[in-house]
């Protein structure tokens, strides 16, 4: 029994001393067999030992030569961010957008479908599946490297329990849609709302690095936001915190069969669009409505112009609303908002200034698409620390 207990537990402690090993190396980015055994404590023979065994399991990988202190020139290792690789899925709209990451978020492959059907969750299930199996093919990754998928879902995601409570688009209303997904593609599967992983993606590499308080919203077949306090995100009791699209902005007696909130009712893209439609008959499948707002305004075009007031007006109310609750440092526009000109920003920074006693700054999103994609790989890596790979 002693024997055994020796060996499970020097088992655990090698374990540690290539965790320590894996976290200075990607600390240091490239370093020197000697410089571990320096960094960890750990002797020089047992670094080395540790070391060709993480080179054999793909997780480190020798890099070429480091500069001499006086003796041979060492032999620099690195992380092999190739080891392993990571997908994210994004819905938004009628649009599925996907992308194949290494272990550093870099895109390896991006895919991306108009669904014919968005409204049926089965078939969206299916076009993820066939999406995911042709990024794999087209970046030659073998299905046994892949160690997650982030997915961004439209309506309230509870991550807990892997279930979407409120999606009237694809009808997943109380659906275990986590571990069907999971059960259709093979492998672990994390769920969040689409806007949130378009939060996380502009907080990591976004306009939001260096904030700690950030509220990113969102306009496009809806409005919906993503709330970071403190570092941390805001998802409410039933995590459908950042459902601004159901403020209380604009008339109410229209909102119909209640899939849709107030606000998202009309000043959304859509909404938007079909207040348009008197003079924006021509607007193309995929245009932006407010970029041809305001070249239509630009040209005097008086409704045009009316409907642009109108548009920014009621956008600056749902930040006033936001603001007075959350006081965030930074509010990031995004979707459709990036389209607005430098003077329409001034127009809504001015009366946030009139209106509220601390008005945030305002960005427009700087990823762009790649948003959600660029969330939905974080929130794999986050799941999946480097020294879980160890348990591979």
């Known amino acids: 029994m002693r024997s055994s207990k ?56 020798e890099v070429g030569m480091g500069d001499s202190r006086g003796g041979r020139k060492p032999i620099l290792l690195e992380y092999n961010y190739q080891a392993y ?11 599925l957008d996907m992308a194949v990451a290494d272990l550093k978020g870099r895109f390896l492959g991006r895919y991306q479908k108009r669904l014919s059907q968005p409204g049926n969750g089965e078939l969206v299930i299916e076009d993820l599946a066939q999406g995911l199996e042709r990024l794999l093919e087209e970046s030659s990754l073998p299905a046994d490297r892949l160690l997650g998928i982030g997915v961004g879902l439209p309506g309230v995601t509870q991550r807990g329990s892997g279930t979407v409570s409120f999606s009237p688009s694809t009808g997943w209303m ?14 672990p599967v994390i769920i969040d709302n689409d806007v949130n992983m378009m939060t996380l993606g502009e907080y990591v590499r976004g306009v939001g690095v260096g904030h700690s308080t950030v509220v990113y919203m969102y306009v496009g077949t809806g409005i919906g936001s993503g709330i970071i306090l403190d570092g941390q995100f805001y998802r409410g009791s039933r995590e459908a915190a950042g459902e601004i699209g159901f403020m209380m902005i604009g008339p109410a007696n229209s ?48 409704e045009a112009v009316r409907l642009l007031d109108e548009v920014y007006l009621n956008w600056a109310y749902g930040i006033a609303n936001i603001v007075s609750i959350l006081n965030p440092e930074l509010l990031i526009l995004s979707g459709e908002m990036v389209h607005i000109d430098d003077k329409g920003v001034k127009r809504i920074s ?15 999103a700087a990823l762009g698409e790649q948003a959600g994609l660029i969330g939905a790989v974080h929130s794999v890596l986050e799941a999946f620390p480097s020294t879980r790979l160890l348990d591979r």
């Open 85 to 95: 690789a990571i997908a994210g899925a994004v819905f938004e709209g009628s649009t």
């Open 174 to 187: 109380g659906s275990p849609i986590q571990k069907t997904i999971e059960e259709r593609l093979g492998l």
């Open 255 to 302: 909102r119909k069969d209640g899939a849709s909130g107030v606000f998202e009712t009309h000043y959304s893209a859509p909404g938007i669009a079909c207040k348009a439609k008197g003079f924006l008959s021509d607007l193309q499948e995929g245009s932006s409505v407010i970029k041809e707002l305001i070249r239509y305004a630009e040209k005097g075009h008086e």
């Open 350 to 364: 001015d009366w946030l200034s009139e209106w509220v006693p601390v008005a945030p700054r305002l960005e427009k």
């Open 6 to 61: 020796r060996t499970g537990s020097s088992k655990l402690v090698k374990k540690w001393n290539k965790e320590e090993i894996l976290q200075q190396v990607i600390l240091h980015g490239q370093i020197s067999r000697a410089d571990l055994s320096k960094e960890t404590q750990l002797s020089r023979p047992c670094v080395s030992a540790l070391v060709d065994e993480m080179i054999q399991e793909g997780l480190l990988h």
